[in-house]
């Protein structure tokens, strides 16, 4: 049921989705192969008019960064190459998203790879009722995958969309979708997650 149903949009910002994004080409064969802008669209139009929570979380650091404490991986590299920084352009939200004004919320403070670490979230979807949440964004090899683990830890039931998120390469794209998530997730696509809508 919709009114027990959000989908979460992670990283739907300009570092990763415009071309001048800082990390745009990290995942730009991913993200234009897969049609995951247009896929995320047609997704959020099925449910926009429904009771269905629709909930952003983009990550922003401030200027110095000092969220990260010795950061390693991914969270180094941002921090190295200024990524996601606070009143930087790279660190809006795309105006493909902000276009739907305030039926999306947005639970700020997401600073990990995880979208419940430090931020309300966990909050936001108990106070709604939630029991079911669908992941879309990027990285689906990251923050993607962090979020559905720690869903899942939550006993939430967890879908993820594949043609709605994006990695570093069709490769590891393909692998998590098809190897990785069914062991604890559902896996949709986007025609399959709206035709689910129109049945239930």
Known sequence: MLNK???????????????????????????????????TKRVLDSVVESQALIISTPIVFSSDYSELHNPIGILRTISEVGAFKEGAPGADVIPEIQEYGSRIQEVPGKCSLNAFHETSLDVVLEAK?????????????????????????K??????????????????????????FPIFAMVKTADEFISSLTIS
């Open 5 to 39: 149903t959000a989908l979460v949009l992670i990283g739907y910002q300009a570092d990763y989705f415009s071309s001048y994004g800082i990390l745009h080409q990290v995942v730009k064969e991913s993200l234009e192969k897969g049609h995951v802008l247009e896929n």
């Open 129 to 153: 009722g939630i029991e079911h949440i669908v992941l879309m964004g990027v990285v689906t090899s990251v923050c993607i995958d962090s979020t559905a683990r720690a869903a899942l830890d």
């Open 155 to 180: 006993g939430l039931d967890v879908t993820v969309l594949k043609d709605c998120t994006a990695s570093r390469n069709l490769f590891e794209q393909d692998f998590y979708c098809d190897e990785i």
